[in-house]
């Protein structure tokens, strides 16, 4: 079992900043991929970005690209979201999520993910 907790959600202006954050805990893997989604009232739940845990490859939405970044700390087990340049369209729920990545890594797919946060609130005012 895997625990995932973010923090770092909030209110913030239109082209204003935030980070959010998700510490894993829990069992130990060597093979695993962490995520960032997002859902907005009455939309689904879209990617926004992902990294590969061995190698740190990222992989980001395209709704986000050149405005966010993830990035992890090894030591903490911990995955971050650079959040830039915000727009009102870019408030939703945030939420972690974790997954297993024994042979390969579906990083778009919020069915491939194995375990998730409780979410985060981001509310990006106009």
């Known amino acids: 079992q895997v625990q995932l907790v973010e923090s770092g959600g909030g209110l913030v202006q239109a082209g204003g900043s935030l980070t959010l954050s998700c510490a894993a805990s829990g069992r130990t893997f060597s093979n695993y991929a962490m995520g960032w989604f997002r859902q907005a009232p009455g939309k689904e739940r879209e990617f926004v970005a992902g990294?590969?845990?061995?190698?740190?490859?990222?992989y980001h939405g395209d709704s986000v690209k050149g405005r966010f970044t993830i990035s992890r700390d090894n030591a903490k087990n911990t995955v971050f979201l650079q959040m830039n340049s915000l727009k009102p369209e870019d408030t939703a729920v945030y939420y972690c999520?974790?997954?297993?990545?024994?042979?390969?890594?579906?990083?778009?797919?919020?069915?491939?993910?194995?375990?998730w946060g409780q979410g985060t609130q981001v509310t990006v005012s106009s």
């Open positions: 990294i590969r845990w061995s190698g740190g490859r990222t």
């Open positions: 999520a974790f997954q297993l990545t024994p042979n390969y890594y579906s990083a778009y797919d919020a069915a491939d993910y194995d375990y």
